[in-house]
């Protein structure tokens, strides 16, 4: 399971390598919203100094998406998400293997701050 706290840098450790058939893979994240299933992919590098043990991302929840740099905009919540690999880095699952190297469940903790108030 992935947490990521909205508003903060959040590192996230996964074993990846173990499960990928390339040599040096670059990985897409998918995360669909479990309430209105929006998706977002984005990458990450990998900043793992033991890639064969396991991989390190650094995930930025920010008002701003840079999907290429791992800064991604998400709604407090629950995701589920599937991690790809590819020979270089793609927001694209055509440009990847096609092959799902892991999957689980994200928790987004937090308070969104554009969704409007509903008053009765």
């Known amino acids: 399971m992935i947490v990521i706290d909205r508003g903060t840098t959040n590192t996230v450790i996964l074993e990846l390598t173990t499960n990928s058939s390339l040599l040096n893979p670059n990985y897409l994240f998918e995360f669909n919203n479990d309430l209105n299933n929006n998706q977002i992919f984005f990458t990450s590098p990998d900043l793992s100094t033991f890639k064969c043990r396991y991989n390190r991302f650094e995930i930025t929840e920010n008002d701003v998406a840079i ?54």
């Not at 928790?107 to 008053?119: A, E, L």
């Open 67 to 120: 999907p290429l740099s791992g800064q991604v905009t998400l709604l407090t919540g629950m995701y589920t998400y599937n991690v790809y690999e590819a020979s270089a880095a793609t927001l694209s699952v055509s440009a990847t293997t096609g092959r799902v190297v892991q999957t689980g469940k994200v928790i987004v903790n937090g308070t969104n701050s554009n969704v409007p108030s509903i008053y009765r």
